[in-house]
């Protein structure tokens, strides 16, 4: 798709695009290091060709990332191209859907059940997701997932706290892309289900997504002792179109680092009220959440695992969008894979590159450290091929990033154990969560040891807690209160400071010994 941009002197090609494309990519914020905030430029319309030195020339670090070939086809990168002069351009991106999974677990209700309903946002910080649901009958009348639009500011929390501490301009971009979205996309729910605008919308998100939105300071967020602004249940602004007095509310949030979809995932889960065996919800995204619930108490952490799950900074990595493989299954050392939606393969999605390093373990491909097992090529880079035509491949490199992923969040569930005086072998249920969680293979994440190797065959997945927590919330805002009471009681663990978590660490990077 091609959209005229325009800009002005020294202003990026990224921050110009902004206003015309809400889902411009910058998975590294726009430092220039990731090559995937790529385009194609050329000509205004009305101009016929490009003017005389609108756009800076490539540097040397976008000629690499790029090419000649792809350079004098127009290709750019749009955080490092910089307008010299002002001026218009058409600029070419390839739009794709964003896949929505089966992300709630509750009946289907139609609009003809009448009555009040409701709404759920989940402002996650790769995917938003929201439902519409009937009040008295509890069921979904319509749900939709997108791409987080704040994507152009970076991939991580972290890169959206810098953007957003560096300029002002650059948080209250955010925080308009992300009020336009939710308001887009819950006004397409009521078209869709034929209801009117909800009178109770309830919002959850991890605590930057949550300051994102409310505007609220995020220096307490950048540094140690990583103080949020707020963490409370609060009442916020959305200004839907004919929704006048809705009840819109910010679910309670626990730590800088475990936000309000963890509380929400516990209500969802059932975790407050288990009195049977040790449970625990992992929840992997862009991050990593943990929580166990054992004895009547609450425990909860979260791991830098990084987006590599989410397929940022993996080099055939990309959301769970039509075109991704979402699954690959190894058999005889032949690999067969599907994708999603109706689009030639173009990237692998966090359950595809689950499965195809489970695969690799089984082929005898990769060995426990996680060394590739195949003849580098003529650079002395070594890659195993998915697919020749189209090309999709994943490096030693990728393979690094996945292991230090999954470490973390294997180390962080057995700290937390520990921490917590709970055994592995004591534990009866994972709830797995999240976008990623909610679809890989219980599987393929044993022989990788994303999850310890203790807790097989006790892994189901949960879907979007998040999102369904925050339903229940809405539809019975008693457990909304009985969260706000939750929150405060839940013990934090901090990973950093926990005694023996570098060592689970190092040890969880290593691939389990046995890939049968």
Same mark, same amino acid.
């Given at each position: 798709?091609?959209?005229?941009?325009?800009?002005?002197?020294?202003?990026?090609?990224?921050? *110009?695009?902004?206003?015309?494309? #809400?889902?411009?990519?910058?998975?590294?914020?726009?430092?220039? @290091?990731?090559?995937?905030?790529?385009?194609?430029?050329? *000509?205004?319309?009305?101009?016929?060709?490009?003017?005389?030195?609108?756009?800076?020339?490539?540097?040397?670090?976008?000629?690499?990332?790029?090419?000649?070939?792809?350079?004098?086809?127009?290709?750019?990168?749009?955080?490092?191209?910089?307008?010299?002069?002002?001026?218009?351009?058409?600029?070419?991106?390839? /739009?794709? $859907?964003?896949?929505?999974?089966?992300?709630?677990?509750?009946?289907?209700?139609?609009?003809? /059940?009448?009555? &009040?309903?409701?709404?759920?946002?989940?402002?996650?910080?790769?995917?938003?997701?929201?439902?519409?649901?009937?009040?008295?009958?509890?069921?979904?009348?319509?749900?939709?997932?997108?791409?987080?639009?704040?994507?152009?500011? %970076?991939?991580?929390?972290?890169?959206?706290?810098?953007? %957003?501490? @560096?300029?002002?301009?650059?948080?209250?971009?955010?925080?308009?892309?992300?009020?336009? !979205?939710?308001?887009?996309?819950?006004?397409?729910?009521?078209?869709?289900?034929?209801?009117? @605008?909800?009178?109770?919308?309830?919002?959850?998100?991890?605590?930057?997504?949550?300051?994102?939105?409310?505007?609220?300071?995020?220096?307490?967020?950048?540094?140690?002792?990583?103080? +949020?602004?707020?963490?409370?249940?609060?009442?916020?602004?959305?200004?839907? $179109?004919?929704?006048?007095?809705? $009840?819109?509310?910010?679910?309670?949030?626990?730590?800088?680092?475990?936000?309000?979809?963890?509380?929400?995932?516990?209500?969802?889960?059932?975790?407050?009220?288990?009195?049977?065996?040790?449970?625990?919800?992992?929840?992997?995204?862009?991050?990593?959440?943990?929580?166990?619930?054992?004895?009547?108490?609450?425990?909860?952490?979260?791991?830098?695992? %990084? +987006?590599?799950? /989410?397929?940022?900074?993996?080099?055939?990595?990309?959301?769970?969008?039509?075109?991704?493989?979402?699954?690959?299954?190894?058999? %005889?050392?032949?690999?067969?894979?599907?994708?999603?939606?109706?689009?030639?393969?173009?990237?692998?999605?966090?359950?595809?590159?689950?499965?195809?390093?489970?695969?690799?373990?089984?082929?005898?491909?990769?060995?426990?450290?996680?060394?590739?097992?195949?003849?580098?090529?003529?650079?002395?880079?070594?890659?195993?091929?998915?697919?020749?035509? +189209?090309?999709? @491949?994943?490096? !030693?490199?990728?393979?690094?990033?996945? !292991?230090?992923?999954?470490? *973390?969040?294997?180390?962080?569930?057995?700290?937390?154990?520990?921490?917590?005086?709970?055994?592995?072998? $004591?534990?009866?249920?994972?709830?797995?969560?999240?976008?990623?969680?909610?679809?890989?293979? #219980?599987?393929?994440?044993?022989?990788?040891?994303?999850?310890?190797?203790?807790?097989?065959?006790?892994?189901?997945?949960?879907?979007?807690?998040?999102?369904?927590?925050?339903?229940?919330?809405?539809?019975?805002?008693?457990?909304?209160?009985?969260?706000?009471?939750?929150?405060?009681?839940?013990?934090?663990?901090?990973?950093?400071?926990?005694?023996?978590?570098?060592? &689970?660490?190092?040890?969880?990077?290593?691939? +389990?010994?046995?890939?049968?």
């Amino acid at each position: 798709m091609a959209r005229q941009v325009r800009g002005t002197k020294g202003q990026t090609l990224l921050d *110009a695009m902004r206003a015309v494309f #809400p889902n411009a990519e910058a998975p590294c914020g726009g430092s220039g @290091r990731c090559g995937r905030c790529r385009v194609r430029v050329r *000509a205004d319309a009305a101009a016929g060709r490009l003017p005389e030195g609108l756009l800076s020339p490539p540097d040397e670090e976008e000629k690499r990332l790029l090419g000649t070939e792809e350079i004098q086809a127009g290709g750019r990168l749009s955080c490092r191209a910089r307008f010299q002069h002002d001026g218009s351009l058409l600029v070419e991106r390839q /739009e794709r $859907e964003f896949f929505l999974p089966n992300i709630i677990r509750m009946k289907a209700a139609s609009a003809a /059940e009448g009555g &009040e309903t409701c709404a759920a946002v989940d402002l996650g910080t790769t995917t938003v997701a929201c439902a519409l649901a009937d009040v008295a009958g509890g069921g979904i009348l319509a749900r939709a997932a997108e791409a987080n639009r704040q994507r152009s500011y %970076g991939q991580d929390v972290v890169s959206r706290i810098e953007n %957003g501490l @560096r300029a002002p301009d650059q948080a209250a971009g955010m925080r308009r892309l992300i009020h336009e !979205q939710a308001q887009a996309m819950l006004d397409g729910l009521c078209r869709r289900s034929g209801t009117n @605008r909800p009178p109770r919308i309830h919002i959850c998100g991890n605590t930057t997504m949550l300051h994102l939105w409310e505007g609220a300071d995020l220096a307490g967020l950048s540094r140690m002792p990583f103080e +949020p602004a707020f963490l409370e249940s609060r009442e916020t602004a959305l200004d839907l $179109e004919g929704a006048d007095g809705a $009840e819109c509310r910010l679910l309670p949030m626990i730590s800088a680092f475990v936000g309000a979809d963890i509380s929400a995932g516990i209500l969802a889960c059932g975790l407050a009220d288990a009195r049977g065996r040790p449970e625990l919800l992992v929840d992997i995204g862009t991050n990593g959440e943990i929580v166990l619930s054992a004895e009547g108490k609450l425990w909860a952490t979260a791991t830098a695992a %990084g +987006p590599a799950f /989410e397929g940022a900074e993996i080099s055939c990595g990309m959301p769970a969008m039509d075109g991704a493989v979402d699954t690959v299954d190894q058999c %005889g050392g032949v690999f067969s894979f599907t994708v999603l939606g109706r689009l030639p393969p173009a990237g692998i999605c966090g359950s595809g590159l689950l499965d195809l390093l489970a695969g690799l373990r089984r082929a005898g491909l990769l060995d426990e450290n996680g060394a590739l097992k195949v003849e580098a090529d003529s650079a002395g880079e070594k890659a195993f091929t998915l697919s020749e035509d +189209p090309p999709l @491949r994943i490096t !030693q490199a990728d393979i690094r990033r996945l !292991q230090l992923a999954k470490g *973390a969040i294997a180390a962080g569930i057995q700290t937390l154990c520990r921490s917590a005086g709970v055994r592995l072998e $004591e534990v009866g249920m994972v709830h797995l969560a999240g976008g990623f969680g909610s679809s890989l293979s #219980p599987e393929s994440a044993r022989i990788v040891g994303l999850i310890p190797q203790e807790l097989g065959g006790r892994i189901e997945p949960a879907g979007n807690t998040a999102l369904a927590g925050t339903l229940m919330t809405a539809r019975d805002p008693a457990l909304l209160e009985g969260l706000i009471a939750l929150a405060p009681a839940v013990r934090v663990l901090d990973l950093s400071r926990a005694p023996g978590f570098q060592e &689970e660490f190092v040890n969880a990077m290593r691939f +389990p010994h046995s890939a049968g």
